[in-house]
């Protein structure tokens, strides 16, 4: 599908796609005003910003602990990077990807997760449930669990602007 390059990802976040009972494959999901961009979680590029965190972190004198925590948000520093990115920008860097636009998508669905008490720990804590998307295309149907930080009302609505009629509310 051509896409135009003016169109900038306005949101980013982990996704998980079940393609089986026991089968399922970590992707980068990116949310345009026109499209759904589907890529293969990039591992070489979260170690190459883990080794980066890892070696800022100890420059500044961190402790063990410290660096291996540091380290371990380079999934999220990863995400955080996208959003302002040209869709011709990620096409490039993420070749594999797939772009849903309007004329792919016959229904979606999104099922919010229950929010989780507040926490001492900050936004990021493990153990927030996922939200579930449900992209009905032309060609099958496409079940992703949602990173349960994303904030579902930008979901929503950025979804919404993109399947227009086809957006079935699940509340």
């Known amino acids: 599908m051509d896409t135009p390059e003016v169109e900038t990802v306005l949101l980013a976040c982990q996704t998980v796609e079940r393609q089986g009972a026991f089968k399922s494959v970590e992707l980068t999901m990116l949310?345009?005003?026109?499209?759904?961009?589907l890529a293969p979680f990039d591992q070489t590029k979260v170690r190459k910003i883990r080794e980066a965190r890892t070696a800022d972190a100890k420059s500044?004198?961190?402790?063990?602990?410290?660096q291996m925590w540091y380290a371990a948000q380079a999934p999220f520093a990863l995400i955080d990077g996208y959003p302002g990115m040209t869709i011709a920008d990620v096409m490039a860097e993420l070749p594999t990807a797939r772009t849903l636009g309007y004329?792919?998508?016959?229904?979606?669905?999104?099922?919010?997760?229950?929010?989780p008490p507040p926490s001492?720990?900050?936004?990021?804590t493990p153990g927030?449930?996922?939200?579930?998307?449900?992209?009905?295309?032309t060609t099958g149907e496409i079940s992703l669990q949602v990173d349960g930080h994303t904030d579902p009302r930008e979901l929503r609505r950025l979804l919404k602007e993109i399947a227009i009629d086809k957006f079935v509310a699940n509340e």
């Open 103 to 115: 004329a792919d998508l016959e229904e979606v669905s999104l099922l919010e997760s229950t929010p």
């Open 60 to 66: 500044r004198g961190a402790s063990r602990f410290q």
């Open 120 to 124: 001492h720990f900050g936004p990021r």
């Open 31 to 37: 949310l345009t005003r026109s499209f759904v961009v």
């Open 128 to 137: 927030e449930p996922p939200h579930k998307l449900m992209l009905t295309t």
